[in-house]
Protein backbone atom coordinates (compact mmCIF):
# COMPACT_ATOMS: atom_id res chain seq x y z
CA UNK A 1 0.00 0.00 0.00
CA UNK A 2 2.69 2.28 0.78
CA UNK A 3 4.07 1.81 -2.70
CA UNK A 4 0.88 2.08 -4.78
CA UNK A 5 0.14 5.27 -2.63
CA UNK A 6 3.80 7.11 -3.52
CA UNK A 7 3.44 5.98 -6.88
CA UNK A 8 -0.51 7.19 -7.31
CA UNK A 9 0.32 10.72 -5.64
CA UNK A 10 2.81 11.42 -7.61
CA UNK A 11 1.12 10.46 -11.01
CA UNK A 12 -1.49 12.64 -10.08
CA UNK A 13 0.98 15.47 -9.42
CA UNK A 14 2.28 15.53 -12.71
CA UNK A 15 -0.83 15.26 -14.00
CA UNK A 16 -2.49 18.02 -12.32
CA UNK A 17 1.02 20.33 -13.04
CA UNK A 18 0.66 19.01 -17.20
CA UNK A 19 -3.08 20.54 -16.79
CA UNK A 20 -4.57 17.19 -17.57
CA UNK A 21 -8.79 17.54 -17.63
CA UNK A 22 -9.74 13.56 -18.04
CA UNK A 23 -10.09 11.61 -15.11
CA UNK A 24 -8.00 8.75 -14.13
CA UNK A 25 -8.49 4.71 -13.69
CA UNK A 26 -6.42 2.49 -12.27
CA UNK A 27 -6.69 -0.91 -14.35
CA UNK A 28 -6.76 -4.25 -12.07
CA UNK A 29 -6.60 -7.83 -12.22
CA UNK A 30 -10.30 -8.81 -11.96
CA UNK A 31 -10.62 -7.20 -15.65
CA UNK A 32 -11.94 -3.66 -14.17
CA UNK A 33 -10.63 -0.70 -13.00
CA UNK A 34 -10.82 1.55 -9.92
CA UNK A 35 -10.22 5.41 -8.96
CA UNK A 36 -7.03 6.16 -7.43
CA UNK A 37 -8.26 6.50 -3.88
CA UNK A 38 -10.10 3.21 -4.32
CA UNK A 39 -6.73 1.44 -5.84
CA UNK A 40 -4.39 2.90 -2.84
CA UNK A 41 -7.09 0.94 -0.35
CA UNK A 42 -6.83 -2.15 -2.53
CA UNK A 43 -3.55 -2.01 -3.67
CA UNK A 44 -3.02 -5.79 -4.25
CA UNK A 45 -5.01 -5.71 -6.94
CA UNK A 46 -2.92 -4.14 -9.37
CA UNK A 47 -0.73 -7.09 -9.71
CA UNK A 48 -0.84 -8.92 -12.39
CA UNK A 49 -3.52 -6.37 -13.93
CA UNK A 50 -1.75 -7.21 -17.78
CA UNK A 51 -3.07 -10.64 -18.90
CA UNK A 52 -6.52 -9.61 -17.46
CA UNK A 53 -6.43 -6.48 -19.93
CA UNK A 54 -6.39 -8.69 -23.21
CA UNK A 55 -8.60 -10.83 -21.95
CA UNK A 56 -10.90 -7.68 -21.84
CA UNK A 57 -9.78 -6.25 -25.29
CA UNK A 58 -10.20 -9.45 -27.18
CA UNK A 59 -14.20 -10.15 -25.44
CA UNK A 60 -14.73 -6.51 -26.61
CA UNK A 61 -13.63 -7.15 -29.95
CA UNK A 62 -15.30 -10.45 -30.42
CA UNK A 63 -18.49 -8.91 -28.58
CA UNK A 64 -18.95 -6.38 -32.10
CA UNK A 65 -18.51 -9.51 -34.31
CA UNK A 66 -21.39 -11.21 -32.45
CA UNK A 67 -18.30 -14.50 -30.95
CA UNK A 68 -19.64 -15.36 -27.47
CA UNK A 69 -17.30 -18.81 -27.61
CA UNK A 70 -13.90 -16.74 -26.97
CA UNK A 71 -10.47 -18.86 -26.84
CA UNK A 72 -8.34 -15.65 -26.38
CA UNK A 73 -4.05 -16.44 -27.49
CA UNK A 74 -1.88 -13.19 -26.26
CA UNK A 75 1.46 -13.96 -26.98
CA UNK A 76 4.31 -11.81 -27.53
CA UNK A 77 8.41 -11.74 -26.81
CA UNK A 78 8.30 -13.21 -23.21
CA UNK A 79 4.90 -15.75 -22.79
CA UNK A 80 1.50 -16.67 -24.15
CA UNK A 81 -0.82 -16.19 -21.88
CA UNK A 82 -4.60 -18.25 -23.10
CA UNK A 83 -8.03 -18.03 -21.51
CA UNK A 84 -11.72 -18.87 -22.29
CA UNK A 85 -14.81 -16.76 -22.65
CA UNK A 86 -17.72 -18.93 -22.55
CA UNK A 87 -21.40 -17.16 -23.72
CA UNK A 88 -20.16 -13.84 -23.00
CA UNK A 89 -18.57 -14.49 -19.81
CA UNK A 90 -14.93 -14.54 -18.94
CA UNK A 91 -14.22 -17.73 -16.71
CA UNK A 92 -12.84 -16.23 -13.16
CA UNK A 93 -10.45 -17.62 -10.72
CA UNK A 94 -10.77 -17.10 -7.41
CA UNK A 95 -7.51 -17.37 -5.87
CA UNK A 96 -3.84 -16.87 -7.42
CA UNK A 97 -0.42 -16.17 -7.34
CA UNK A 98 2.01 -13.63 -8.52
CA UNK A 99 4.66 -15.04 -5.52
CA UNK A 100 5.70 -18.45 -4.69
CA UNK A 101 3.59 -18.79 -1.33
CA UNK A 102 1.39 -15.69 -1.41
CA UNK A 103 -1.95 -15.92 -2.52
CA UNK A 104 -4.01 -13.35 -3.70
CA UNK A 105 -7.89 -13.84 -3.25
CA UNK A 106 -9.27 -11.49 -5.69
CA UNK A 107 -10.85 -12.56 -8.36
CA UNK A 108 -9.50 -12.87 -11.52
CA UNK A 109 -9.33 -13.98 -15.47
CA UNK A 110 -8.69 -17.54 -15.75
CA UNK A 111 -4.94 -17.11 -17.38
CA UNK A 112 -2.91 -19.84 -18.40
CA UNK A 113 0.42 -18.75 -18.92
CA UNK A 114 3.71 -20.30 -20.16
CA UNK A 115 6.69 -19.62 -21.70
CA UNK A 116 6.37 -19.35 -25.36
CA UNK A 117 6.88 -17.06 -27.41
CA UNK A 118 8.82 -14.64 -30.25
CA UNK A 119 11.87 -14.40 -27.39
CA UNK A 120 11.83 -17.62 -26.13
CA UNK A 121 15.12 -19.64 -26.50
CA UNK A 122 15.27 -23.00 -28.28
CA UNK A 123 17.18 -25.82 -26.72
CA UNK A 124 18.77 -29.53 -26.73
CA UNK A 125 18.11 -30.99 -23.13
CA UNK A 126 20.08 -33.97 -22.17
CA UNK A 127 17.88 -36.38 -23.72
CA UNK A 128 18.47 -35.19 -27.34
CA UNK A 129 15.43 -33.65 -27.71
CA UNK A 130 14.41 -30.26 -28.65
CA UNK A 131 12.41 -27.94 -26.24
CA UNK A 132 11.43 -24.35 -26.55
CA UNK A 133 11.30 -21.77 -23.80
CA UNK A 134 10.23 -20.86 -20.83
CA UNK A 135 13.76 -18.73 -20.81
CA UNK A 136 13.22 -16.04 -22.90
CA UNK A 137 15.78 -13.47 -24.51
CA UNK A 138 13.44 -10.25 -23.85
CA UNK A 139 14.00 -7.41 -26.26
CA UNK A 140 17.01 -6.50 -25.20
CA UNK A 141 19.13 -8.41 -26.08
CA UNK A 142 16.75 -9.85 -28.26
CA UNK A 143 16.74 -12.46 -30.28
CA UNK A 144 19.71 -13.12 -32.85
CA UNK A 145 18.41 -11.49 -35.82
CA UNK A 146 18.28 -8.06 -33.57
CA UNK A 147 21.83 -7.56 -33.93
CA UNK A 148 22.68 -6.63 -30.67
CA UNK A 149 24.55 -9.27 -29.22
CA UNK A 150 21.93 -12.35 -28.05
CA UNK A 151 23.51 -15.49 -29.61
CA UNK A 152 21.06 -17.95 -28.70
CA UNK A 153 18.18 -18.93 -31.27
CA UNK A 154 14.72 -18.11 -30.76
CA UNK A 155 11.25 -18.33 -31.96
CA UNK A 156 11.48 -14.98 -34.02
CA UNK A 157 14.74 -16.41 -35.55
CA UNK A 158 13.09 -20.05 -36.34
CA UNK A 159 10.40 -17.83 -38.38
CA UNK A 160 13.03 -15.36 -39.87
CA UNK A 161 14.98 -18.65 -41.35
CA UNK A 162 11.16 -20.07 -42.48
CA UNK A 163 11.20 -16.73 -44.35
CA UNK A 164 7.49 -16.31 -42.80
CA UNK A 165 9.74 -12.81 -41.23
CA UNK A 166 10.25 -10.87 -43.74
CA UNK A 167 13.70 -9.06 -43.29
CA UNK A 168 12.17 -5.36 -45.04
CA UNK A 169 9.37 -5.25 -43.05
CA UNK A 170 10.48 -6.05 -39.83
CA UNK A 171 8.59 -3.76 -37.73
CA UNK A 172 6.81 -2.19 -40.89
CA UNK A 173 10.55 -1.67 -42.29
CA UNK A 174 11.55 0.28 -38.88
CA UNK A 175 13.86 -1.72 -37.91
CA UNK A 176 16.94 -3.94 -39.62
CA UNK A 177 17.17 -7.31 -38.78
CA UNK A 178 19.85 -10.23 -39.56
CA UNK A 179 19.01 -13.43 -40.90
CA UNK A 180 22.52 -14.28 -41.19
CA UNK A 181 22.55 -14.37 -37.40
CA UNK A 182 19.86 -16.14 -37.34
CA UNK A 183 20.91 -19.22 -39.34
CA UNK A 184 24.57 -18.97 -37.11
CA UNK A 185 22.17 -19.15 -34.00
CA UNK A 186 19.73 -22.05 -35.10
CA UNK A 187 23.43 -23.93 -37.44
CA UNK A 188 25.22 -24.17 -33.93
CA UNK A 189 22.80 -24.41 -31.21
CA UNK A 190 20.19 -26.89 -32.61
CA UNK A 191 20.87 -28.21 -35.98
CA UNK A 192 24.43 -29.71 -35.92
CA UNK A 193 23.51 -31.15 -32.55
CA UNK A 194 20.40 -32.87 -34.09
CA UNK A 195 22.09 -33.87 -37.43
CA UNK A 196 19.13 -32.02 -39.51
CA UNK A 197 19.31 -28.58 -41.77
CA UNK A 198 18.80 -25.44 -40.54
CA UNK A 199 15.48 -24.82 -41.96
CA UNK A 200 14.49 -28.16 -40.48
CA UNK A 201 15.67 -26.93 -37.40
CA UNK A 202 13.74 -24.13 -37.78
CA UNK A 203 10.63 -25.63 -38.33
CA UNK A 204 10.93 -27.88 -35.41
CA UNK A 205 11.58 -24.59 -33.24
CA UNK A 206 8.17 -23.28 -34.41
CA UNK A 207 6.20 -26.43 -34.33
CA UNK A 208 7.42 -27.00 -30.53
CA UNK A 209 6.25 -23.51 -29.37
CA UNK A 210 3.07 -23.73 -31.63
CA UNK A 211 2.56 -27.52 -29.51
CA UNK A 212 3.12 -25.62 -25.97
CA UNK A 213 1.07 -22.91 -26.98
CA UNK A 214 -1.50 -25.61 -27.90
CA UNK A 215 -1.25 -27.51 -24.83
CA UNK A 216 -2.04 -24.61 -22.81
CA UNK A 217 -5.43 -24.19 -25.07
CA UNK A 218 -6.38 -27.73 -24.05
CA UNK A 219 -5.68 -26.98 -20.21
CA UNK A 220 -8.43 -23.92 -20.51
CA UNK A 221 -10.96 -25.96 -22.57
CA UNK A 222 -10.66 -29.80 -22.68
CA UNK A 223 -9.12 -30.43 -19.24
CA UNK A 224 -12.22 -27.77 -18.09
CA UNK A 225 -14.80 -29.75 -19.66
CA UNK A 226 -15.29 -26.95 -23.18
CA UNK A 227 -14.59 -28.43 -26.67
CA UNK A 228 -12.08 -25.67 -28.55
CA UNK A 229 -13.79 -27.04 -31.72
CA UNK A 230 -17.10 -24.87 -30.52
CA UNK A 231 -14.91 -21.51 -30.21
CA UNK A 232 -12.98 -19.29 -32.30
CA UNK A 233 -9.77 -18.37 -31.40
CA UNK A 234 -8.62 -14.46 -31.17
CA UNK A 235 -4.78 -14.45 -31.60
CA UNK A 236 -3.27 -10.62 -30.55
CA UNK A 237 0.64 -9.70 -29.28
CA UNK A 238 3.15 -9.48 -31.49
CA UNK A 239 3.58 -13.29 -31.92
CA UNK A 240 0.01 -14.61 -31.82
CA UNK A 241 -1.10 -13.94 -35.26
CA UNK A 242 1.78 -16.01 -36.94
CA UNK A 243 1.62 -19.09 -34.77
CA UNK A 244 -2.81 -19.20 -33.72
CA UNK A 245 -3.46 -21.07 -37.39
CA UNK A 246 -1.32 -23.77 -36.66
CA UNK A 247 -2.68 -24.20 -33.01
CA UNK A 248 -6.19 -24.04 -34.30
CA UNK A 249 -5.30 -26.72 -37.17
CA UNK A 250 -3.68 -28.76 -34.60
CA UNK A 251 -7.01 -28.22 -32.08
CA UNK A 252 -9.50 -28.41 -35.05
CA UNK A 253 -10.48 -24.95 -33.82
CA UNK A 254 -12.63 -23.28 -37.12
CA UNK A 255 -11.98 -20.06 -37.09
CA UNK A 256 -9.25 -17.52 -35.76
CA UNK A 257 -9.91 -13.88 -35.78
CA UNK A 258 -6.92 -11.07 -35.84
CA UNK A 259 -7.62 -7.58 -34.56
CA UNK A 260 -7.13 -4.53 -36.47
CA UNK A 261 -4.30 -3.80 -34.35
CA UNK A 262 -2.76 -6.86 -32.62
CA UNK A 263 0.05 -5.12 -30.81
CA UNK A 264 -2.42 -2.95 -28.60
CA UNK A 265 -5.42 -5.34 -27.58
CA UNK A 266 -4.42 -5.31 -24.04
CA UNK A 267 -3.58 -1.08 -24.28
CA UNK A 268 -7.52 -1.43 -25.41
CA UNK A 269 -8.86 -3.16 -22.62
CA UNK A 270 -7.88 -1.39 -19.94
CA UNK A 271 -8.90 1.86 -22.05
CA UNK A 272 -12.76 0.21 -22.02
CA UNK A 273 -13.00 -1.27 -18.54
CA UNK A 274 -15.78 -0.59 -16.36
CA UNK A 275 -15.47 0.70 -12.62
CA UNK A 276 -15.36 -3.09 -11.00
CA UNK A 277 -15.32 -3.89 -7.10
CA UNK A 278 -15.92 -7.66 -5.51
CA UNK A 279 -17.14 -7.64 -1.94
CA UNK A 280 -16.55 -11.88 -0.48
CA UNK A 281 -17.53 -12.65 2.84
CA UNK A 282 -17.09 -16.25 4.15
CA UNK A 283 -20.60 -17.92 4.85
CA UNK A 284 -21.03 -21.43 5.68
CA UNK A 285 -24.26 -23.23 5.72
CA UNK A 286 -26.12 -26.20 3.82
CA UNK A 287 -27.84 -25.02 1.12
CA UNK A 288 -31.45 -25.62 1.03
CA UNK A 289 -35.03 -23.39 1.93
CA UNK A 290 -34.09 -22.35 5.51
CA UNK A 291 -31.35 -20.67 4.92
CA UNK A 292 -33.17 -18.23 1.81
CA UNK A 293 -34.61 -15.46 4.07
CA UNK A 294 -30.99 -15.08 6.20
CA UNK A 295 -29.36 -15.52 2.73
CA UNK A 296 -31.18 -13.28 1.04
CA UNK A 297 -30.66 -10.52 4.18
CA UNK A 298 -26.89 -11.12 3.56
CA UNK A 299 -26.87 -10.49 -0.21
CA UNK A 300 -28.87 -7.55 0.56
CA UNK A 301 -25.62 -5.62 3.38
CA UNK A 302 -22.91 -6.81 0.65
CA UNK A 303 -25.06 -4.95 -2.41
CA UNK A 304 -25.44 -2.03 0.00
CA UNK A 305 -21.90 -1.59 0.80
CA UNK A 306 -21.22 -2.04 -3.32
CA UNK A 307 -23.50 0.61 -3.86
CA UNK A 308 -22.31 3.32 -1.60
CA UNK A 309 -18.83 2.45 -2.76
CA UNK A 310 -19.80 3.22 -6.38
CA UNK A 311 -21.57 6.06 -5.17
CA UNK A 312 -19.02 7.92 -3.91
CA UNK A 313 -16.54 7.45 -7.33
CA UNK A 314 -19.43 9.13 -8.97
CA UNK A 315 -21.80 6.81 -10.62
CA UNK A 316 -25.48 7.02 -10.43
CA UNK A 317 -28.58 4.67 -10.41
CA UNK A 318 -28.38 4.45 -14.04
CA UNK A 319 -24.52 3.83 -14.55
CA UNK A 320 -24.52 0.77 -11.71
CA UNK A 321 -24.96 -2.75 -12.11
CA UNK A 322 -24.65 -5.23 -9.37
CA UNK A 323 -24.46 -9.50 -9.56
CA UNK A 324 -24.45 -12.25 -6.55
CA UNK A 325 -22.25 -15.41 -7.08
CA UNK A 326 -22.08 -17.87 -4.19
CA UNK A 327 -19.10 -19.97 -3.74
CA UNK A 328 -20.69 -23.41 -3.84
CA UNK A 329 -19.22 -27.56 -2.67
CA UNK A 330 -20.52 -30.74 -1.66
CA UNK A 331 -20.32 -31.13 1.82
CA UNK A 332 -17.28 -32.75 3.31
CA UNK A 333 -15.81 -31.91 0.01
CA UNK A 334 -13.05 -28.77 -0.21
CA UNK A 335 -12.86 -27.83 -3.99
CA UNK A 336 -15.67 -25.55 -4.45
CA UNK A 337 -17.18 -23.88 -7.85
CA UNK A 338 -18.54 -20.19 -8.57
CA UNK A 339 -22.38 -20.48 -9.44
CA UNK A 340 -24.25 -17.28 -10.47
CA UNK A 341 -27.27 -15.88 -7.80
CA UNK A 342 -30.99 -15.63 -8.51
CA UNK A 343 -32.28 -12.15 -7.38
CA UNK A 344 -34.54 -12.15 -4.75
CA UNK A 345 -33.09 -15.72 -3.40
CA UNK A 346 -36.78 -17.64 -1.82
CA UNK A 347 -37.59 -21.30 -2.01
CA UNK A 348 -37.30 -21.10 -5.75
CA UNK A 349 -34.55 -19.81 -6.77
CA UNK A 350 -32.94 -22.46 -3.81
CA UNK A 351 -33.64 -25.32 -6.11
CA UNK A 352 -32.78 -22.97 -9.10
CA UNK A 353 -29.04 -22.38 -7.54
CA UNK A 354 -28.61 -25.83 -6.53
CA UNK A 355 -29.21 -27.43 -9.83
CA UNK A 356 -26.89 -24.74 -11.75
CA UNK A 357 -24.63 -26.03 -9.48
CA UNK A 358 -24.83 -29.88 -10.45
CA UNK A 359 -24.66 -28.99 -13.97
CA UNK A 360 -21.84 -26.73 -13.74
CA UNK A 361 -19.98 -29.99 -11.56
CA UNK A 362 -20.17 -31.90 -14.03
CA UNK A 363 -18.63 -30.12 -16.68
CA UNK A 364 -16.18 -28.81 -14.65
CA UNK A 365 -15.42 -32.52 -13.43
CA UNK A 366 -17.53 -34.96 -15.15
CA UNK A 367 -18.99 -35.80 -12.13
CA UNK A 368 -22.38 -34.55 -10.18
CA UNK A 369 -24.68 -36.57 -7.65
CA UNK A 370 -27.87 -34.68 -6.92
CA UNK A 371 -28.29 -36.93 -3.59
CA UNK A 372 -25.63 -34.56 -2.40
CA UNK A 373 -26.08 -32.20 -0.29
CA UNK A 374 -24.52 -28.99 -1.14
CA UNK A 375 -22.61 -26.43 1.13
CA UNK A 376 -22.49 -22.65 0.74
CA UNK A 377 -18.58 -21.76 1.13
CA UNK A 378 -18.69 -17.77 0.50
CA UNK A 379 -21.16 -15.27 -1.12
CA UNK A 380 -19.87 -12.32 -3.04
CA UNK A 381 -20.97 -9.37 -4.79
CA UNK A 382 -20.01 -7.64 -8.13
CA UNK A 383 -20.23 -4.69 -8.57
CA UNK A 384 -19.99 -2.59 -11.63
CA UNK A 385 -20.19 1.14 -12.64
CA UNK A 386 -20.51 1.93 -16.34
CA UNK A 387 -18.08 4.54 -18.35
CA UNK A 388 -18.63 5.54 -21.90
CA UNK A 389 -16.64 3.58 -24.14
CA UNK A 390 -14.64 3.94 -27.24
CA UNK A 391 -16.21 2.44 -30.53
CA UNK A 392 -14.52 0.46 -32.72
CA UNK A 393 -13.97 2.72 -36.36
CA UNK A 394 -15.15 0.84 -39.71
CA UNK A 395 -13.50 0.87 -43.07
CA UNK A 396 -13.94 1.58 -46.07
CA UNK A 397 -15.77 -1.35 -48.10
CA UNK A 398 -13.87 -2.84 -51.21
CA UNK A 399 -14.31 -2.27 -54.88
CA UNK A 400 -12.87 -4.28 -57.41
CA UNK A 401 -9.83 -6.57 -56.75
CA UNK A 402 -7.67 -6.89 -54.30
CA UNK A 403 -3.89 -6.67 -55.98
CA UNK A 404 -3.81 -3.32 -54.68
CA UNK A 405 -2.65 -4.36 -51.74
CA UNK A 406 -0.42 -7.62 -53.21
CA UNK A 407 3.26 -6.79 -52.28
CA UNK A 408 4.05 -9.92 -54.65
CA UNK A 409 5.43 -12.90 -53.09
CA UNK A 410 8.15 -15.03 -51.65
CA UNK A 411 8.79 -18.77 -51.23
CA UNK A 412 7.99 -19.80 -47.13
CA UNK A 413 9.13 -23.02 -46.04
CA UNK A 414 6.25 -24.99 -44.81
CA UNK A 415 5.44 -28.56 -43.33
CA UNK A 416 8.87 -29.70 -45.43
CA UNK A 417 9.01 -27.50 -48.00
CA UNK A 418 9.43 -24.24 -49.94
CA UNK A 419 5.91 -22.60 -51.05
CA UNK A 420 5.01 -19.71 -52.54
CA UNK A 421 3.08 -17.43 -50.34
CA UNK A 422 1.16 -14.31 -51.60
CA UNK A 423 2.53 -11.33 -49.00
CA UNK A 424 0.00 -8.64 -48.40
CA UNK A 425 -0.39 -5.56 -47.05
CA UNK A 426 -2.66 -5.08 -44.10
CA UNK A 427 -2.82 -1.59 -44.68
CA UNK A 428 -4.48 -1.99 -47.48
CA UNK A 429 -6.86 -4.43 -47.51
CA UNK A 430 -10.60 -3.21 -46.80
CA UNK A 431 -13.69 -4.86 -45.76
CA UNK A 432 -14.97 -8.03 -47.65
CA UNK A 433 -11.66 -8.70 -49.52
CA UNK A 434 -11.03 -12.00 -49.25
CA UNK A 435 -7.66 -13.98 -49.45
CA UNK A 436 -6.82 -17.63 -50.02
CA UNK A 437 -4.18 -19.29 -48.61
CA UNK A 438 -0.81 -19.58 -48.54
CA UNK A 439 -0.69 -16.23 -47.49
CA UNK A 440 1.16 -13.91 -45.34
CA UNK A 441 -0.28 -10.41 -44.10
CA UNK A 442 2.09 -8.19 -42.79
CA UNK A 443 1.77 -4.99 -40.63
CA UNK A 444 3.72 -2.85 -38.34
CA UNK A 445 3.03 -4.90 -35.06
CA UNK A 446 2.60 -8.05 -36.12
CA UNK A 447 2.59 -11.14 -39.17
CA UNK A 448 -0.39 -13.04 -39.64
CA UNK A 449 -0.10 -16.98 -41.28
CA UNK A 450 -2.39 -18.17 -43.59
CA UNK A 451 -2.04 -21.78 -43.92
CA UNK A 452 -2.60 -24.01 -47.60
CA UNK A 453 -6.29 -24.33 -48.18
CA UNK A 454 -7.60 -21.65 -45.41
CA UNK A 455 -8.86 -18.42 -46.78
CA UNK A 456 -9.07 -15.26 -44.78
CA UNK A 457 -11.86 -12.55 -44.71
CA UNK A 458 -11.97 -8.89 -43.60
CA UNK A 459 -15.09 -7.61 -41.49
CA UNK A 460 -16.20 -4.29 -41.48
CA UNK A 461 -13.69 -3.11 -38.50
CA UNK A 462 -10.77 -4.51 -40.36
CA UNK A 463 -10.36 -7.62 -38.26
CA UNK A 464 -9.35 -10.63 -39.92
CA UNK A 465 -11.21 -13.80 -39.71
CA UNK A 466 -9.34 -17.02 -41.04
CA UNK A 467 -11.34 -19.76 -41.52
CA UNK A 468 -9.40 -23.08 -41.19
CA UNK A 469 -9.64 -25.59 -43.84
Known amino acids: MPIVKNFVDALLDKLYTRSFKGSLLMFHSGGGTMTPETSIKYAIRLAGAGPAAGVIGAK ?65 DEAGSLRVG ?94 PREFVMIAFGGSGPLHAPLIAKDLGIPEVLIPRWPGIVSALGALISDVRHDIMKTYIRVLDEDVAEDLEQQYEDLELRMIELLHREGFDESS ?14 WRSLTISMPKPIDRSSIFEAIEKFHIEHEREYNYSDRSQRIELYAIRVIGVGFIKKIKLPKIEKMEGSIEYARKGYREVYYLGSYIKFDIYDREKLKAEASIEGPAIIEQMDSTVLIPPSAVAIVDEYGNLLVRMR
Open 60 to 124: YICEHVGYKNIITLDSGGTTALVSLISDGRVRMKKEWWITFGYPIRFPAPDVVTIGAAGGSVAWI
Open 134 to 227: PISMGADPGPACYGRGGNEPTVTDANVMLRRISKENFLGGRMTIYPELSEKAIAEKIAKKLGISVVEAAEGIVNVAATNMANAVRLVSIARGYD
Open 320 to 333: IFVQREADMRYVGQ
